[in-house]
T-cell receptor, first 107, second 115 residues
Framework: EDQVTQSPEALRLQEGESSSLNCSYT??????LFWYRQDPGKGPEFLFT???AGEEKEKERLKATLTKKESFLHITAPKPEDSATYLC????????FGTGTSLTVIP | KAGVTQTPRYLIKTRGQQVTLSCSPI?????VSWYQQTPGQGLQFLFE???????NKGNFPGRFSGRQFSNSRSEMNVSTLELGDSALYLC??????????????FGNGTRLTVT
């Protein structure tokens, strides 16, 4: 069964404390892995797409990496404005979403 | 460039009623997908439309239906509402279609509450 699992469910960090979010998947025939950020009351906002193992993408304090069975979203020196829920999604014939990691960055 | 627009933002309905949600995609985007988001289940795929044709459908009952118009705008209908239909309904558009790996661009959703 196609499945996407994100961990941890929630993460609290001090401002400047780097960490990583995990997205593991059992979807076969992967056509892409996507990271989104969702703020309360808003729709998910697209961050990155990764297409093959070994690929990396960076944007400001965020860096996404991909292996054959999981992806990591590394957050370096986070700021309070990075607080949000981060969703990963895997594309096969349709998108399969994880339930997200709720990140809180404390000043 | 305007983003994906969903209307209305909030809806309160009673069990047994029906509801229609509307979505206008980003200009030039021909694919529109609908998702249901609940705290426990996350985002669940409802269906995708491309050039007025339903291309893919998730595991939802027939009470959930949709359509797409020639201008790519889309509507979603839920008939005989149940309490469990309370959720955030998200519409997303993409340029060519879901299968080719293009990212989805989401609207801010319609919050449906069924009492």
């Amino acid at each position: 069964e196609d499945q996407v699992t994100q961990s941890p469910e929630a993460l609290r960090l001090q401002e400047g404390e780097s960490s990583s979010l995990n997205c593991s998947y059992t979807v076969s025939g992967l056509r892409g892995l996507f990271w989104y950020r969702q703020d309360p009351g808003k729709g998910p906002e697209f961050l990155f797409t990764l297409y093959s193992a070994g690929e990396e993408k960076e944007k400001e304090r965020l860096k996404a990496t991909l292996t054959k069975k999981e992806s990591f979203l590394h957050i370096t020196a986070p700021k309070p404005e990075d607080s949000a829920t981060y969703l990963c999604a895997v594309l096969r014939n349709q998108f399969y979403f994880g339930t997200g990691t709720s990140l809180t960055v404390i000043p | 460039k305007a983003g994906v627009t969903q209307t209305p933002r909030y809806l309160i309905k009673t069990r047994g009623q029906q509801v229609t949600l509307s979505c206008s995609p980003i200009s030039g985007h021909r694919s529109v997908s609908w998702y249901q988001q609940t705290p426990g289940q996350g985002l669940q795929f409802l269906f995708e439309y491309f050039s007025e044709t339903q291309r893919n459908k998730g595991n939802f009952p027939g009470r959930f239906s949709g359509r797409q118009f020639s201008n790519s705008r889309s509507e979603m209908n839920v008939s005989t509402l149940e309490l469990g239909d309370s959720a955030l309904y998200l519409c997303a558009s993409s340029l060519p279609g879901t299968g080719d790996g293009s990212p989805l661009h989401f609207g801010n959703g319609t919050r449906l509450t069924v009492t």
